[in-house]
């Protein structure tokens, strides 16, 4: 799993060969490739710049550099600009979600990674953020699916068995994660809305 650097964050002009290197260094990113499979690839839009990417970022059993730090780039903390790698499990979960959901159209990417600045910032204005939320590890992405239903998107999530999500109805989005395994919807008025174990 990719380790925060050890300094400290760098920015976007200096980040994307180191960046690149960093993400495969991810022991849980080796996910085996299936019969027939030839290549990964990942499109986003981001609603709040309105930047759109579309990677491929695997190809005959390898990792791309170049894509990884470009997406690494485009899932960058959008209010401060401040990069960290994309945890490669997070790209692989991405990646069966789209085929899961029989889509080509790009994520909507709402939140990707988050700094520790604008992490604290949000937190001290109760915006619900975790004081140790995964996306400070760049571990976890907030995002909507443009003509799949967001509540499908969830239980598609869910039926991965690999690391978090949630549901927010009032917002439309889900939230998807590469830690512990669990599951939960805000308000909760969706499958009970309590914390699901794995």
């Known amino acids: 799993m990719v380790k925060p650097p050890a300094t400290s964050l760098l920015s976007r002009r200096n980040f994307l060969g180191v960046a690149a290197a960093a993400s495969l260094s991810s022991p849980l990113g080796a996910l085996a490739a299936t019969p027939g499979e030839h290549e990964r690839w990942l499109s986003f839009r981001h609603i709040h710049t309105g930047q759109r990417i579309k990677s ?5 059993g ?3 550099p170049e894509s990884l730090g470009e997406i690494d780039s485009f899932l960058a903390d959008f209010r401060s600009g401040d990069v960290h790698p994309i945890d490669i499990d997070l790209l692989n979960l991405l990646h069966r979600l789209r085929l899961k959901m029989d889509s080509d159209r790009p994520f909507h990417v ?9 992490n604290a910032a949000l937190l ?9 939320s995964l996306h400070l590890r760049g571990m976890a992405i907030d995002i909507r699916l443009p003509g799949r239903d967001t509540g499908a998107l969830w239980h598609a999530a869910i039926s991965e068995r ?13 939230h998807v994660d590469v830690g512990p395994h669990w599951h939960w919807c805000k308000p909760s008025r969706c499958d009970g809305g309590k914390p699901q174990p794995g």
């Open 162 to 174: 690999r690391g978090g999500t949630g549901f927010y109805p009032k917002y439309n989005f889900v």
């Open 124 to 132: 001290a204005r109760g915006r619900g953020v975790r004081k140790n």
């Open 62 to 64: 390898d990792y791309i």
């Open 110 to 118: 709402i939140s990707a990674y988050r700094s520790p600045a604008t």
């Open 56 to 60: 491929l970022y695997w190809a005959e």
